[in-house]
């Protein structure tokens, strides 16, 4: 404020562990004969504003990687990579192939060393189609499920074997699932 200018800056605040935006604008106060001798300063919350720039700006992300490719694995790939720099620390996409078997299409991680550690997991331990849940489920039923975080007793529920589940813990608990059919 030493220039005399006004200005407006974005400012990122924590309050009440969470993370507040707020846009700032200061100006200085000057006495009669114009010598600074203060600030006036206002702020505003555009918290849910900057969130749903963020939103819109993944969405329209999303549709230019969804229409960039012919090849649907590498679309599918694309939008996994997508949403792990946006949205999650995982993404997995399988989905049915015209000969109705399930496959692993897409998998990204923000430690690409563990992407190469679940797929030799997941290649040792193949999916069960008859599990009562995740995957296999979703794709009978249609029925989406989320997990915010992936609970032992679905990994046990899903007759998981007891190496796998401790495979699974290695490379960081899934902190949401979501499940949806891709047809």
């Known amino acids: 404020l030493s220039s005399g200018k006004t200005i407006s800056t974005e400012e990122n605040i924590a309050l009440d562990s969470q993370l507040k935006i707020y846009l700032s604008t200061k100006t200085p106060y000057r006495n009669e004969k114009g010598e600074i001798i203060g ?14 720039e963020r939103r819109y700006a993944f969405l329209a992300q999303a549709s230019e990687v969804l229409s960039f490719s012919l090849d649907s694995e590498t679309r599918l790939q694309s939008l996994a990579d997508l949403i792990v720099g946006h949205l999650a620390d995982w993404c997995v996409i399988d989905a049915r192939g015209d000969d109705g078997v399930i496959r692993r299409v897409a998998i990204a991680h923000k430690d690409s060393a563990k992407v190469k550690f679940a797929e030799a997991i997941w290649k040792r331990y193949p999916l ?3 599990a009562t849940n995740g995957v296999p ?4 039923t249609g029925e989406p499920e989320l997990y915010e975080v992936m609970p032992e007793e679905v990994l046990r529920r899903g007759n998981v074997r007891r190496r796998y589940t401790q495979l699974i813990g290695e490379l960081g608990r899934l902190a949401a699932e979501g499940l949806i059919t891709l047809h």
């Open 137 to 140: 489920k979703v794709m009978r």
């Open 128 to 130: 069960d189609t008859e």
């Open 39 to 52: 600030l006036i300063g206002i702020s505003r919350d555009i918290t849910e504003r900057k969130k749903e």
